[in-house]
């Protein structure tokens, strides 16, 4: 089975950056694209950025724009999300995600922590 798998989680000042790394094992994949996801204590689950696979075209959602970026290495099978200026608000569990297709996200991985202290 396919699986994701994040790291790079972990406890940083406001300010501090954080780069998360998202590893996926099993079959190769036709994957369409990569995605980063975030769930805060009492909130739904938000869109936080994307990455094309075949040219590592990004998109990004408006709070974070301009302080993360997200890209993929082809050949490790991996996802990156580079976080820099932290803030207090961007405390949460990020998930990866991959789709095969323009439509629904199709694997998930189980999130790690990143908390952001002011």
Do not use: H
């Not at 995605?35 to 990004?60: I, L, M």
């Not at 961007?90 to 922590?113: E, H, L, M, S, V």
């Amino acid at each position: 089975q396919v699986q994701l798998v994040e790291s790079g989680g972990g406890l940083v000042q406001a300010g501090g950056s954080l780069r998360l790394s998202c590893a996926v094992s099993g079959p190769t994949l036709s994957a369409f694209g990569a995605g980063w996801f975030r769930q805060a204590p009492g909130k739904e689950r938000e869109f936080v950025a994307s990455v094309n696979w075949s040219d590592g075209g990004t998109y990004y959602a408006n709070s974070v724009k301009g302080r993360f970026s997200s890209s993929r290495d082809n050949a490790k099978k991996t996802i990156y999300l580079q976080m820099n200026s932290l803030k207090p608000e961007d405390t949460a569990i990020y998930y990866c995600a991959i789709r095969t297709g323009p439509g629904r996200w199709n694997y998930w991985g189980q999130g790690t922590q990143v908390t952001v202290s002011s």
